[in-house]
């Protein structure tokens, strides 16, 4: 069965150093490292001071990264073609486009936390599938914010005017992504992809900030996560659209945010389109601590209903599935898995199921078949353990 394998860290750190040196010609200082993430259950909840529950995968964005004397930058990725340079002067939101709005954008976005960025040579590769929900471009947001972190020399586990450096670098790359890149994202892949620990899943509160880390033991089932390979943009516009229609409820309503609000006080918008919006984001935040306490008891039927209200409600109420998601949907819950909905931001992206290991194949099998059958492009399809969140590897440790 082909599964995108996430590789050997030590194989990654050798193969992004090695393709720095070449483009370089002379070897990084140091490698960072963030993991691309899928989110359980919770989706378009960040945004509207929600809880999400995501997981960080065990494939990863890698940032090779040296210091220069002087004050240019240059930026390479072996999964883009364009090389970005320019100098320090041109860190700026509109100075910057393309792929390095995710990477030099957090460069400009930490300089306005107040670190110093040098003058600098990166190089990017990634085994995370790019515009697949599964967060590419917070992994790289984050794994240049962990490189430029090593090379001040600090840990990450220091603090920057009293704050947290990794709370410092999720909101750079929140920054990034939103004012740079100009996709309205809210700030869970950052969260999970810098603070998540292996072997579980990361509930996160957007009222107030708490962070719980859950482990995750599914007594036997894996966490199968399918990429439909209809790639998505989140700057789009479909996304900003429906961040715009909860603002728009959340005003209606005369609320700060949707998180305030009832069941029974969305029922009462009169817009509506603006009304099924709201619904899935009150009934999905409701949703995500359901699925927190039934993981708790092992309540597992109790857990694949809310994987499926949740797909639901995505369909129907806020319009952001696809065919393809819908089939993967289906067809791995017809074909054994015991939960299973769309993840990430939607119009394209990846399922999550959760499938007893022995049905695992037989699950794989049956979207593919349904794919083929459909004329659809081959989906390919993750096995997630949860994995860590970001961190820096000195590449003399490592003998590179
Ligand atoms: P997702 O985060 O779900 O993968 P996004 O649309 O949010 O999808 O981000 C994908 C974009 O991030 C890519 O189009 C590219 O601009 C940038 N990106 C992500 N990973 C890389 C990478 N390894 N190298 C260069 N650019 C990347
Ligand atoms: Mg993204």
Redesign the pocket.
């Given at each position: 069965m082909p599964l995108l394998e996430p590789g050997s860290p030590t194989d990654l750190i050798a193969t992004t150093t090695a393709a720095f040196t070449e483009r370089f010609g002379r070897p990084p200082r140091l490698v960072g490292w963030a993991p691309?993430r899928v989110n359980l259950i919770g989706e378009h909840t960040d945004y509207n001071r929600g809880l999400v529950l995501p997981v960080a995968l065990p494939h990863a964005?890698w940032v090779a990264v040296a210091p220069r004397a002087d004050r240019q930058l240059r930026l390479s990725?072996?999964?883009?073609d364009a090389l970005w340079t320019g100098t320090l002067d041109d860190l700026e939101p509109a100075a910057i486009t393309?792929?390095?709005?995710?990477?030099a954008g957090v460069l400009w976005a930490l300089r306005e936390e107040g670190l110093e960025i040098p003058g600098l040579d990166l190089h990017?590769?990634?085994t995370?599938?790019?515009?697949?929900?599964?967060?590419?471009?917070?992994?790289?947001e984050c794994a240049v914010g962990v490189a430029l972190v090593g090379l001040l020399g600090r840990s990450l586990e220091d603090t920057h005017d009293g704050v947290p450096l990794r709370d410092v670098l999720v909101r750079a790359g929140i920054r990034a992504?939103t004012e740079v890149?100009g996709?309205p994202?809210g700030g869970m892949?950052q969260t999970v992809a810098v603070h998540a620990r292996a072997g579980s899943a990361l509930l996160i509160d957007f009222d107030d900030g708490a962070r719980r880390h859950l482990d995750l033991d599914l007594e036997g089932r894996v966490l199968l996560v399918t990429d439909t390979r209809v790639?998505?943009?989140?700057?789009d516009g479909g996304y900003a659209a429906r961040r715009a229609d909860c603002e728009a409820a959340a005003s209606a309503l005369g609320l700060d945010s949707l998180r305030r609000a009832s069941l029974e006080d969305v029922e009462g918008l009169t817009d509506e389109r603006v009304r099924r919006r709201a619904r899935h984001i009150v009934t999905e935040i409701a949703r995500v601590q359901r699925t927190v306490d039934a993981l708790a008891q092992r309540a597992w039927s109790e857990v694949a209903r809310c994987f499926l209200d949740s797909h639901t409600s995505m369909r129907d109420d806020f319009e952001i599935s696809t065919d393809e998601l819908d089939t993967a949907v289906s067809v791995a819950v017809e074909a054994g898995a015991l939960a299973a909905r769309m993840t990430?931001?939607g119009f394209g992206?990846?399922t999550v199921a959760i499938v007893p290991e022995e049905r695992l194949s037989a699950v794989v099998r049956a979207i593919d078949a349904a794919f083929t059958q459909r004329s659809y492009a081959a989906p390919s399809h993750l096995v997630v353990q949860p994995g860590a969140g970001a961190s820096v590897e000195a590449v003399d440790a490592l003998g590179g």
């Open positions: 691309g964005t990725s072996a999964q883009q393309g792929w390095a709005a995710y990477a990017v590769h990634s995370v599938p790019l515009g697949a929900g599964l967060s590419s471009s917070a992994a790289l992504e890149a996709a994202t892949d790639s998505h943009e989140l700057t990430g931001g992206g990846s």
